[in-house]
């Protein structure tokens, strides 16, 4: 429900961004909003702790490590290190490298832990004496289609706050409080469940050469690194599996089998958790003063590492819109949702039909999987299909690449 503003304590706070959510979105959004020297506070409901050791993405793409290369943060905010841009594919146990490289000049992607990503963020936003408030409760939004819409919460200790400000930046994903604050027939969502669930879990074992998704006609499997020491792995699984059916012992079976590696060295497993493959886009990305960034907006299934890599696309591209507000232009803020929902659909699309492949080639029935392996032999044989699928890894395809423009004044806080 919206309420009114006009329930406000009278001490209500006012800046430029109120920004729901301290994810690789949010952190994104306010540390270029800060490197503009635009005025914003970050609203987020759990812990420093809890947001800095969530795991979840591995890969920085090259896009995205151009656009903070862009904004001179790359050596700030990207831990991890350089990836050598191969990924190997292994069917049916025979294995084939692919480059995921394009060639082109400058800096690439990184394996860089989504929570390496995080913690780096937000000391780089602290120290830009940003602000950040972990541990907001009961943050809602209200008067969003004024020209001044208001952000309430509750500090730790219960105390009421109020904030007022020119814009709001939704990056508290897709259970956070921003959506579910536009009126009702307002956005529209596009949602698919692939009927698919993936057994994911962490691990302290070794990291394999290069990020590996292996088909069989025992089920997709997945082998990735997560730092020195630890790695990532998914085995296919019913969508409403338990995880607790999966001992350790029934996991590393599954994995040695469906990764064709006898030898495949165990680690003690500290994380596991059962998730359906699923895809959901809600249009447009904007209700009035709420701008929608990350997945708060869209879930991509995690088939081709897009999901974390969108959520840095669109705070990109709403921190450079509102610098251009800043300076009396506000085309970039109405062309927000539709930019940044070009590359939504076009990532989908291609985590789709990676999805469908790597999992069709194994397991589905002999038709679809004819379809799909063909699929993979011309990836492994075609030197224009194996071009576009980096161009799509890289993420430097042409859909809306919003890190071509080059940022105004980026010597410092306060700058322009
Ligand atoms: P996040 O990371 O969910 O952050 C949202 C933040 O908002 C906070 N929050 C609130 N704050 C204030 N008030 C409220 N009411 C709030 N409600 C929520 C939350 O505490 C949190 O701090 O969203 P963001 O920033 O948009 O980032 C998106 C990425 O996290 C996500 O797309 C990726 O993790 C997806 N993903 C992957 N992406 C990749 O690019 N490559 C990968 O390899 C990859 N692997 C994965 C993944 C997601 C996975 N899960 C979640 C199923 C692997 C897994 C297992």
Redesign the pocket.
């Known amino acids: 429900m919206v309420e009114k503003a006009s329930q406000l304590p009278d001490s209500a706070e006012s800046t430029t961004v109120v920004v729901?959510?301290?994810?690789?979105?949010?952190l994104t959004v306010a540390t270029l909003l800060r490197r503009s020297g635009i005025d914003c506070v970050v609203?987020?409901?759990?812990s420093r702790d809890h947001?800095a050791q969530?795991q979840?993405?591995?890969?920085v793409e090259t896009r995205a490590v151009r656009m903070f290369d862009s904004w001179g943060l790359s050596d700030r905010v990207l831990g991890g290190v350089p990836y050598d841009g191969i990924l190997e594919f292994r069917v049916d146990g025979r294995s084939r490298l692919v480059s995921d490289s394009d060639g082109s000049e400058g800096p690439a992607a990184r394996l860089c832990p989504?929570q390496v990503l995080v913690q780096k963020l937000t000391g780089t936003y602290l120290e830009d004496v940003g602000d950040l408030r972990f541990e907001?409760a009961d943050?809602s939004l209200h008067d969003l289609s004024g020209d001044r819409p208001t952000v309430r919460y509750r500090t730790a200790d219960g105390t009421p706050r109020a904030i007022t400000c020119d814009f709001v930046a939704g990056?508290?994903?897709?259970?956070?409080?921003s959506r579910t604050a536009v009126p009702e027939g307002e956005l529209t969502a596009y949602a698919f469940d692939h009927g698919i669930g993936w057994l994911?879990v962490l691990a302290d074992a070794p990291p394999p050469a290069h990020p590996l998704l292996a088909v069989s006609r025992q089920g997709f499997a997945a082998h990735?690194p997560r730092g020195p020491h630890s790695s990532r792995y998914y085995l296919q699984c019913p969508p409403d599996d338990d995880p607790g059916a999966w001992s350790e012992d029934r996991v590393w079976d599954a994995l040695r089998t469906r990764l064709g590696d006898p030898g495949l060295v165990s680690g003690p497993i500290t994380d596991r958790e059962v998730?359906r493959l699923r895809s959901l886009v809600h249009e447009p990305m904007q209700y009035g003063r709420l701008f929608l960034?990350?997945?708060?907006a869209h879930i991509?299934s995690?088939m081709g590492?897009?999901?974390?890599?969108?959520?840095l696309y669109d705070a990109d591209v709403f921190a450079r819109a509102v610098r251009a507000f800043g300076r009396g232009d506000d085309s970039a803020l109405s062309a927000y949702s539709a930019r940044c929902l070009r590359r939504v659909w076009n990532d989908q699309e291609f985590s789709h039909w990676l999805t469908r492949t790597l999992h069709d080639a194994g397991d589905a029935e002999p038709f679809l999987r004819n379809l799909a392996r063909a699929r993979l032999d011309r990836l492994f044989t075609s030197r224009a299909a194996s071009e576009a699928f980096a161009e799509m890894m890289t993420g430097l395809d042409p859909t809306g690449d919003a890190s071509q423009e080059v940022p105004g004044n980026l010597s410092g806080v306060g700058g322009d």
Do not use: W, Y
């Open positions: 729901i959510g301290a994810g690789p979105a949010g609203l987020e409901s759990r947001v969530r979840r993405a591995g890969i989504q907001a943050v990056c508290d994903g897709d259970h956070g409080v994911t990735f998730f960034v990350g997945d708060a991509v995690p590492g897009k999901g974390m890599n969108l959520a």
